[in-house]
C-alpha cells in the first residue's frame, strides 16, 4: 500500500501569525506526501493571517473564535476533519520546522505500529528529545534523548507534531478544552491514550525543530493567573493533568510533591514579576509626570 493513500487531514492552530503561518503551509506542499487537506484553525486573527492562508493550495480556514486557545481550536479541526472523512489527522504547530519527508516518515511508522499515536523526534541543543518520562511512585517528570531512553517505555511527546488515527478519538475523546484549554492538553490527552490501551511511537527519521516559545505571562492580566485560559498557573489544568497522571485527585494530593514544589515555585516567580512590572511601570509614571 502506498503512503500516499492515507495522506492526512493536517491540522493547525493559529493566531495572528500571519507569515509563520505562511511558512508552514508553504513547507507542506514541498513534502514527498502531501496532505490530503489543511484545516488552519484560526482564533480571529486581526493581521490578516486568514486571508493569507487561503491562498495555499487545498487548504480551509475555521475561525473558531477569540476565546478559543489550543484545545478548542484544535478540537474543531478535528471535528471537521472527521465530518470530511479521513483516516488521520496531522496536528502541527505553526512555528516548528521539519524535512521535506515528514509525513513520509510518519505514515511509515503508523504502518509498522498500528493502534500508536505517531510523533515527531524533536531535535534541540541537547540532541535528539524523544518524549517525557514519569519515573518512581511520585512519577517525577524527566526529559528521555536518544542517548538515555534504552529501557524506557511510554513517553510522552510535547505534542507539536503528532499524527492520530481516527480510532484513537472515537475510543478517548478529543483534547480536554474545559479543563486544559491550553497547556497540559497534549499531556493529558496522551496519559489518556496510553491508558486507553494506545501506545505513542516516536517516528525517528521524522525530526523537527521547534522555533521561539511563546511566553504566556504577557498574554493574560495577572489577576487572572489561576484562572484564565492561557495561564500556565490554571488551577483548573493543572489539576486535571495530576488527575490523569497519578489516576486521581487523593493520589495526585499526597504523591504529586514534586509537581506541587515546581507550582509553587512558578507561582511565586509570577507574582514577583508581577510586582517588578508594576514597580517599573509606577516608576516610569512618576517620571514622564515630572
Known amino acids: 500500500m502506498n503512503a500516499a493513500m492515507n495522506a492526512p487531514i493536517v491540522i493547525i492552530p493559529t493566531f495572528n501569525r500571519k507569515q509563520i503561518t505562511a511558512d508552514v503551509l508553504r513547507a507542506l506542499m514541498r513534502q ?25 493550495e487545498n487548504v480551509t480556514v475555521l475561525n473558531v473564535g477569540s476565546s478559543s486557545y489550543w484545545s478548542a481550536a484544535v478540537n474543531a479541526g478535528i471535528r471537521k476533519a472527521t465530518q470530511i472523512g479521513t483516516a488521520n489527522v496531522l496536528i502541527i504547530n505553526d512555528d516548528i520546522f521539519f524535512r521535506d519527508d515528514l509525513i513520509e516518515c510518519m505514515l511509515l511508522s503508523q504502518r509498522q505500529h498500528a493502534n500508536s499515536i505517531i510523533s515527531a523526534v524533536q531535535k534541540d541543543e541537547q540532541g535528539e528529545f524523544w518524549g517525557l518520562s514519569y519515573e518512581s511512585p511520585l512519577k517525577i517528570q524527566k526529559r528521555q534523548y536518544i ?58 527519521e521524522a ?47 499526597m504523591l504529586g510533591v514534586y509537581y506541587h514544589t515546581i507550582y509553587v515555585k512558578s507561582v511565586i516567580s509570577m507574582i514577583q514579576g508581577s510586582i517588578k512590572d508594576i514597580l517599573a511601570k509606577s516608576s516610569l509614571n512618576v517620571f514622564l509626570n515630572k
Open 32 to 56: 514527498t506526501v502531501r496532505p490530503a487537506w489543511t484545516i488552519v484553525c484560526d482564533s480571529a486573527s486581526t493581521d490578516g493571517t486568514p486571508e493569507e492562508a487561503v491562498k495555499s
Open 207 to 253: 525530526s523537527i525543530e521547534q522555533g521561539p516559545r511563546t511566553d504566556y505571562k504577557k498574554k493574560f492580566p495577572t489577576t487572572q493567573m489561576f484562572t484564565h485560559p492561557a495561564s500556565p498557573l490554571r488551577a483548573k489544568a493543572y489539576l486535571k493533568f495530576g488527575q490523569t497522571l497519578f489516576g486521581s485527585s487523593a493520589a495526585f494530593a
Open 147 to 204: 542517548q538515555s531512553i534504552r529501557g524506557t517505555h511510554k513517553l510522552i511527546s510535547n505534542g507539536c507534531c503528532l499524527l492520530i488515527s481516527r480510532q484513537v478519538f472515537e475510543q478517548i475523546g478529543c483534547f480536554d478544552e474545559k479543563n486544559c484549554p491550553q497547556l497540559y492538553a497534549d499531556t493529558e490527552f496522551q496519559l489518556r491514550a496510553l491508558k486507553g490501551g494506545f501506545r505513542i511511537v516516536f517516528a525517528p
